[in-house]
């Protein structure tokens, strides 16, 4: 699917400085970015599942008047964050949690193994140079970017960038507007946690992993959602029953509008986990994971969107 087929990529200006790459519908391989600083250095806070979209990102940032990145900031590991890298290379260092390099290094092409339909064009897995394992600060165009690890969450490398004197926030996939939360390669407990240190940054404007700019407001549905699934996963665990069992009769209620609803069996199967006392982010079986989840999506596998 081309970049034509879907209604284009488009920039959103959040405050002096710093903006925002959003990419609609927000769906499977359809993440957002950022970029932010001055006519002398920005940096960019991760980039795109295919080359060619990556490109129009990188033509993004110049047509705000900024030079190339010389920092990329990676929220997390998955190739929808990452797999854009190379096209800002060798002009950007990249920077991210220490997990996240290591399980960037460890997933490789994944998303080819995925989606081996879809024109990803040339992808070299870049992962961090530059690591940090609670937090890290860095000043780019005199603005001060604090990048912190919130613990196991969406995944165990995740990193939130917080712009402290203009009030944004990226969330990277700790929240997804509009979307379903996809907890499999993280953790439950985890993501709970990560709100409340998003909460506790107090930015009034919030950039998701994937959907429309928000507010805090994202954090409550989250919230909601989150402990609807652990109420699910408490409930089918002691029934014997298994995730798909319980995702399969479930009411999602408010949640029924959010797109990748498929996503609950994912995040069952990982409540699970921790229901039998595995340490948060403990690998699960993907052939398990997503083949339930093409049972909930009609027996059809997941598509991306990119």
Do not use: K
Not at 61 to 73: A, E, F, N, S, Y
Not at 78 to 103: K, M, Q, W
Request: contains cysteine; glycine residues 12%; hydrophobic residues 40%.
């Amino acid at each position: 699917m081309s970049v034509t087929d879907l209604q284009a990529p488009y920039v959103v200006p959040l405050a002096p400085d710093v903006h925002a790459f959003v990419q609609p519908d927000g769906g499977w391989c359809l993440n957002n970015a950022g970029f932010l600083g001055d006519a002398r250095e920005s940096l960019l806070v991760d980039t795109a599942a295919t080359e060619r979209r990556a490109r129009l990102l990188r033509e993004a940032v110049l047509g705000q008047g900024l030079p190339l990145p010389g920092t990329i900031v990676s929220t997390h590991h998955h190739g929808d964050h990452t797999y854009g890298n190379g096209v800002f290379l060798p002009e950007a260092r990249i920077v991210g949690h220490e997990n996240c390099r290591s399980e960037q290094l460890a997933a490789g092409h994944q998303l080819h193994l995925l989606w081996p339909r879809t024109d990803f064009g040339t992808v070299d897995i870049q992962p961090p140079t530059v690591t940090y394992r609670e937090r890290l600060t860095l000043y780019v165009g005199g603005l001060e970017v604090r990048v912190i690890h919130p613990g196991p969450a969406h995944t165990t490398g995740d990193s939130i960038v917080h712009v402290p004197e203009r009030g944004v926030v990226f969330t990277g996939d700790l929240v997804f507007h509009g979307g379903t939360p996809f907890l499999p390669m993280g953790s439950l407990a985890g993501s709970l946690r990560a709100l409340a240190v998003l909460r506790s940054l107090d930015a009034p404007t919030v950039v998701p992993g994937h959907g429309r700019v928000t507010d805090p407001s994202a954090y409550d549905a989250t919230e909601r959602y989150l402990r609807w699934v652990g109420e699910l996963a408490a409930e089918g665990y002691a029934q014997g029953a298994t995730p798909l069992e319980t995702a399969s009769r479930a009411e999602l209620g408010e949640f029924a509008a959010w797109r990748e609803s498929e996503r609950l069996v994912a995040n069952l199967h990982r409540a699970y986990a921790e229901l039998d006392g595995l340490p948060e982010g403990s690998a699960l079986d993907p052939v398990a994971v997503f083949g339930d989840m093409a049972v909930m999506n009609g027996g059809e596998p997941v598509a991306c969107h990119a």
